[in-house]
């Protein structure tokens, strides 16, 4: 698979005098790659998302969205490109989930240009795929937590992204929430090809549906590769210091951690 | 109905309401007039009473009103989005304070300073509105990274307050007559007198409603949050810069020429979020009319409601407001 977005040895910190945040991070995410990224809080993989997303320029390194340089695009090319959604979401004010889904056409409008026929059946589409059509007219707030992550997802997929970048999508959900995002996750991007990055510390959810795992610790790569062979007991006590038994489980398939004590650093 | 049908529709709607009562707002006074009459021009301007009182006595305080309140009202829609923060008035980030004290100092120390047949209390008002958005944006933009909302809101306060306290000092080294000319001014007074000073506002006010126009469909973005904003493909800071100047600006022009009148800016917004929604593509026009034409309304009560006399605009804004944003606070929270 041709690689679809390449992190260069990036690097980043948000002060001049400040601790390097990510610190030297190579990643190449291929089309078609469901890849999570995988570290304790403060291990920078929000950061990372971030570059990945040119909403932050590296201090050092490049970020290349197949042959480009995220730092001569615009904003509005990123976007038509990129998507990202985030942990949770607050209006300022109110608007219904297909006002919402409709805004993720922004970066194919023109400055003056109003939504037509093609943005709306666009944005539809992507009701659809995210089982939320039936919630279109719904003001958003009135949503419950799944559903507005839904609605988000929805949005997000209506700016016809090549990759879906997105930002711990589960940690503010309750358990039947965290796996209605995530088996939706999975489908789409088996059944639409979205390519998907995925940053989350719940190790269970990442050896659920990703093919690919980063692990990142204190800004570095720790390891990267195929899910069954990165998520080994070495490498969570790498991670979270933490002694886990990590085993296939025999209902579902795919590798589940168990934590098991706390180990000094 | 498709969206831009929508926009067009609810726009045009709002429009003929403002046009119908500014048309209809200055034949309304304690003396009685026709409008076939005004526009009857077999009748000599020497004689037609009626034409008299309604191009010089009332229809310039009428376009003052409209301007103004379209203004308030516009600006009240700019920031709230921009800040995210539905609670925002065109005076929260000090604009007004600045245009006051300015006023203050013209009125206390009277200041010769009138240039092109404006007088200097609106010339030095809208000069201490340039002052105030220059610190704030200066001590907003101090941050390495682009402009920071919460210093805005932070320094904005700090201003009002700051400014407030120099306006006191101020009137309480003028003597009372002087004093009670600047309490007058600070309730807000759309007896503008002549076309002069709404020409006067009417450049910096124009260039910032251009600015508006391109703005709508990223303010509706920046209501999800910079980060959302940026990653749909908003430039962020470069909005949110654009978005403060030109409101404070329009804020400064339509304060110099009315005074600082409260709650426009936070009422019609409102009002119209809850008759329309919030997709700024409709909010921003809509508002900008239904500001002129509620303004228009008030100052209207104002001159009628104890003729002869006038109260000025900014007691009934204030009557009408407090009360409205208690209601919504109570309501939103």
Same mark, same amino acid.
């Given at each position: 698979?041709?690689?679809?977005?390449?992190?260069?040895?990036?690097?980043?910190?948000?002060?001049?005098?400040?601790?390097?945040?990510?610190?030297?991070?190579?990643?190449?995410?291929?089309?078609?790659?469901?890849?999570?990224?995988?570290?304790?809080?403060?291990?920078?993989?929000?950061?990372?998302?971030?570059?990945?997303?040119?909403?932050?320029?590296?201090?050092?390194?490049?970020?290349?969205?197949?042959?480009?340089?995220?730092?001569?695009?615009?904003?509005?090319?990123?976007?038509?490109?990129?998507?990202?959604?985030?942990?949770?979401?607050?209006?300022?004010?109110?608007?219904?989930?297909?006002?919402?889904?409709?805004?993720?056409?922004?970066?194919?409008?023109?400055?003056?240009?109003?939504?037509?026929?093609?943005?709306?059946?666009?944005?539809?589409?992507?009701?659809?795929?995210?089982?939320?059509?039936?919630?279109?007219?719904?003001?958003?707030?009135?949503?419950?937590?799944?559903?507005?992550?839904?609605?988000?997802?929805?949005?997000?997929?209506?700016?016809?992204?090549?990759?879906?970048?997105?930002?711990?999508?589960?940690?503010?959900?309750?358990?039947?929430?965290?796996?209605?995002?995530?088996?939706?996750?999975?489908?789409?991007?088996?059944?639409?090809?979205?390519?998907?990055?995925?940053?989350?510390?719940?190790?269970?959810?990442?050896?659920?549906?990703?093919?690919?795992?980063?692990?990142?610790?204190?800004?570095?790569?720790?390891?990267?590769?195929?899910?069954?062979?990165?998520?080994?007991?070495?490498?969570?006590?790498?991670?979270?210091?933490?002694?886990?038994?990590?085993?296939?489980?025999?209902?579902?398939?795919?590798?589940?951690?168990?934590?098991?004590?706390?180990?000094?650093? | 109905?498709?969206?831009?049908?929508?926009?067009?529709?609810?726009?045009?709607?709002?429009?003929?309401?403002?046009?119908?009562?500014?048309?209809?707002?200055?034949?309304?006074?304690?003396?009685?007039?026709?409008?076939?009459?005004?526009?009857?021009?077999?009748?000599?301007?020497?004689?037609?009473?009626?034409?008299?009182?309604?191009? #010089?006595?009332? +229809?310039?305080?009428?376009?003052?009103?409209? /301007?103004?309140?379209?203004? &308030?009202?516009? !600006? *009240? =829609?700019? @920031?709230?989005?921009?800040?995210?923060?539905?609670?925002?008035?065109?005076?929260?980030?000090?604009?007004?304070?600045?245009?006051?004290?300015?006023?203050?100092?013209?009125?206390?120390?009277?200041?010769?300073?009138?240039?092109?047949?404006?007088?200097?209390?609106?010339?030095?008002?809208?000069?201490?509105?340039?002052?105030?958005?220059?610190? #704030?944006?200066? +001590?907003?933009?101090?941050?390495?990274?682009? /402009?920071?909302?919460?210093? &805005?809101?932070? !320094? *904005? =306060?700090? @201003?009002?307050?700051?400014?407030?306290?120099?306006?006191?000092?101020?009137?309480?080294?003028?003597?009372?007559?002087?004093?009670?000319?600047?309490?007058?001014?600070?309730?807000?007074?759309?007896?503008?007198?002549?076309?002069?000073?709404?020409?006067?506002?009417?450049?910096?006010?124009?260039?910032?409603?251009?600015?508006?126009?391109?703005?709508?469909?990223? +303010?509706?973005?920046?209501?999800?949050?910079?980060?959302?904003?940026?990653?749909?493909?908003?430039?962020? =800071?470069?909005?949110?810069?654009?978005?403060?100047?030109?409101?404070?600006?329009?804020?400064?022009?339509?304060?110099?020429?009315?005074?600082?009148?409260?709650?426009?800016?936070?009422?019609?917004?409102?009002?119209?979020?809850?008759?329309?929604?919030?997709?700024?593509?409709?909010?921003?026009?809509?508002?900008?009319?239904?500001?002129?034409?509620?303004?228009?309304?008030?100052?209207?009560?104002?001159?009628?409601?104890?003729?002869?006399?006038?109260?000025?605009?900014?007691?009934?804004?204030?009557?009408?407001?407090?009360?409205?944003?208690?209601?919504?606070?109570?309501?939103?929270?």
């Amino acid at each position: 698979m041709p690689t679809l977005l390449w992190a260069d040895n990036v690097s980043f910190r948000y002060a001049p005098a400040g601790p390097q945040v990510v610190d030297g991070v190579t990643i190449r995410i291929s089309d078609g790659a469901l890849v999570g990224i995988l570290g304790p809080n403060g291990s920078g993989k929000t950061t990372l998302l971030r570059l990945l997303s040119g909403t932050r320029r590296p201090s050092s390194g490049r970020v290349l969205l197949g042959p480009d340089d995220l730092t001569n695009l615009s904003r509005r090319d990123i976007a038509r490109r990129i998507a990202v959604v985030p942990q949770e979401t607050e209006l300022a004010f109110e608007y219904s989930a297909l006002e919402i889904v409709l805004m993720g056409r922004h970066p194919h409008l023109g400055l003056f240009t109003v939504e037509g026929p093609a943005d709306i059946e666009i944005a539809m589409a992507a009701l659809s795929a995210t089982g939320t059509a039936p919630l279109a007219g719904r003001l958003f707030h009135t949503l419950s937590g799944g559903e507005k992550q839904r609605v988000v997802i929805a949005g997000a997929l209506a700016q016809s992204p090549q990759l879906l970048l997105l930002d711990e999508p589960t940690a503010s959900l309750d358990l039947g929430y965290q796996l209605e995002v995530s088996t939706l996750l999975q489908r789409l991007n088996r059944d639409q090809a979205v390519t998907m990055a995925i940053s989350t510390h719940d190790l269970n959810l990442a050896a659920s549906i990703c093919r690919e795992l980063i692990l990142m610790r204190d800004g570095r790569v720790i390891a990267a590769g195929p899910t069954n062979d990165v998520l080994t007991p070495e490498h969570v006590r790498v991670l979270y210091d933490v002694e886990a038994d990590v085993h296939v489980h025999h209902d579902t398939g795919h590798l589940t951690v168990v934590p098991v004590r706390r180990v000094p650093r | 109905m498709s969206i831009r049908r929508r926009i067009v529709t609810v726009v045009s709607a709002f429009a003929v309401v403002t046009a119908v009562v500014i048309v209809w707002a200055p034949t309304v006074g304690s003396t009685s007039i026709s409008l076939a009459r005004v526009f009857d021009t077999s009748i000599p301007w020497a004689d037609n009473v009626d034409a008299q009182i309604f191009f #010089v006595a009332r +229809l310039p305080r009428v376009l003052a009103a409209s /301007l103004v309140g379209a203004t &308030l009202a516009a !600006a *009240g =829609v700019v @920031l709230q989005a921009m800040l995210r923060n539905p609670l925002a008035t065109p005076f929260t980030l000090g604009v007004s304070a600045g245009a006051a004290l300015g006023a203050m100092l013209a009125v206390i120390f009277q200041l010769e300073v009138g240039v092109l047949g404006i007088s200097s209390v609106p010339i030095m008002s809208f000069a201490g509105s340039l002052v105030a958005i220059g610190i #704030v944006y200066a +001590l907003a933009s101090s941050q390495k990274r682009g /402009l920071s909302t919460n210093v &805005l809101l932070l !320094a *904005g =306060v700090t @201003l009002n307050s700051f400014f407030s306290a120099l306006i006191l000092f101020v009137q309480y080294l003028a003597d009372f007559t002087q004093s009670l000319r600047a309490v007058r001014w600070l309730m807000g007074d759309l007896d503008v007198g002549s076309y002069r000073p709404i020409v006067g506002a009417a450049p910096f006010i124009i260039a910032a409603f251009a600015v508006f126009a391109i703005l709508p469909r990223t +303010l509706n973005l920046l209501s999800m949050g910079d980060d959302v904003a940026a990653a749909r493909g908003v430039e962020v =800071v470069r909005a949110q810069r654009w978005a403060f100047l030109s409101a404070s600006l329009a804020t400064g022009a339509a304060v110099s020429l009315g005074g600082p009148v409260g709650f426009i800016g936070i009422i019609v917004p409102h009002l119209v979020r809850l008759l329309v929604g919030s997709d700024h593509r409709i909010v921003l026009p809509a508002g900008t009319l239904f500001g002129a034409a509620f303004l228009v309304m008030c100052d209207l009560l104002a001159r009628t409601i104890m003729a002869p006399l006038e109260i000025p605009v900014g007691i009934i804004t204030a009557l009408i407001g407090g009360p409205f944003f208690l209601w919504l606070l109570v309501k939103k929270s």
